[in-house]
């Protein structure tokens, strides 16, 4: 995913819930709807976290420096982590507690027509940034599922704004349920209902926020493609006749370390090999433009010794955990 992309789906996403949480406040004064009060807070927190999202991606950009030699690249996922903690405190925890309230203790709601019209007006506004975020996600999914692009993304922009779009407009089904009911039967009760399942999404999606960026903050290797291309680019078939083990890691987003131990033959030269590995990084930055950090170390192969040991996963060339990336 571009850069630009994610920026550009986040900005959109800001935009439509400043605006909806203004407006979802203001029917709230007038009815005293708790769906609209959860609503509004939930726009905020989505504001809060696009906010935070940006500041993280500004951030990363920085220069590598002598504290941080690899960058500052993983600060986009410390954002992201950020982001769904507020999705689920601020949002889903306070709606679950607000529903709660107003099924034991309802209120009539005054001025339905406030709640229906920004309802409606919210519906309108978080349909155009959802659109935005799904025109931006397809030019970064490829040919993975929604689900796949969700669980394999590198760069939590997109996969934030597409939940939390998601959840947003769930959310605006339930809460028109809850107020469209509260007004036909005339029991308060059915706003409650309508606001504790919002509560209830929002937490559901904090949740799997949590988990996704949790195990990029970890640290993951890169998707299966990019691992067969940077091993395939690795070996020349001269100088360099394989890939004994390696290891990735991205450093950010767009930023991938790679670290290997490849197999040259014992009567090269120290000069040829040292050009081979000049050649061999130069191929694998031209198959995987984000691989910038590359480390390869020679050995000459050897599969007895590589399945001597105690441990043979852990010996060189043996099948150790990651030795295909992952």
């Known amino acids: 995913m571009s850069t630009e992309g994610g920026t550009k789906a986040l900005v959109a996403a800001l935009s439509a819930n400043l605006a909806i949480a203004a407006a979802k406040f203001t029917a709230f004064g007038f009815t005293g709807s708790s769906s609209m009060l959860a609503e509004g807070v939930h726009s905020v927190a989505d504001s809060g976290n696009q906010v935070l999202l940006l500041i ?16 500052y690249g993983r600060e986009r996922y410390v954002y992201g982590f950020l982001v769904a903690i507020v999705l689920f405190s601020v949002g889903g925890l306070f709606a679950v507690y607000e529903g709660w309230h107003k099924i034991t203790h309802p209120e009539k709601l005054d001025a339905w027509g406030w709640a229906v019209g920004v309802l409606l007006f919210a519906i309108v506004m978080e349909g155009w940034s959802f659109r935005t ?24 922009e997109l996969p934030v704004v597409l939940l ?8 605006l ?14 029991d308060g009760v059915w706003d409650g209902v309508g606001t504790l399942c919002i509560g209830v999404l ?13 195990s990029l903050l970890l640290g993951e290797s890169a998707d299966r493609d990019s691992v067969a291309r940077i091993r ?30 490849i197999a040259v033959n014992a009567e090269d030269s120290a000069a040829r ?9 130069e191929r694998v930055r031209h198959a995987v ?36 990336g992952h």
């Open 56 to 71: 993280g991606g500004k951030r990363a950009r920085r220069a590598a420096d002598e504290e941080h030699p690899f960058g």
């Open 133 to 156: 975020a799904v025109q931006e996600s397809v030019k970064a999914k490829g040919s993975r599922s929604w689900t796949q692009f969700i669980r394999t993304a590198k760069a939590p």
């Open 164 to 171: 939390e779009d998601t959840g947003a407009l769930i959310g």
């Open 173 to 186: 089904v339930l809460a028109l349920f809850g107020v469209s009911l509260t007004v036909i039967t005339g």
């Open 202 to 214: 929002l937490v559901l999606i904090a949740v799997v926020l949590a988990l996704e960026t949790k």
């Open 232 to 261: 395939t680019a690795l070996v020349d078939g001269e100088t360099v006749t394989g890939v004994i083990h390696m290891r990735t890691l991205h450093l950010g987003p767009e930023e991938l370390l790679v670290a290997a131990k």
């Open 273 to 281: 090999v040292a050009r081979a590995i000049d050649a061999a990084e």
């Open 289 to 324: 433009p984000i691989a910038r950090a590359i480390y390869l170390e020679p050995d000459v192969y050897s599969a007895e010794k590589a399945a001597a040991g105690e441990d043979p996963a852990a010996t060189p060339g043996g099948p150790g955990p990651g030795a295909d």
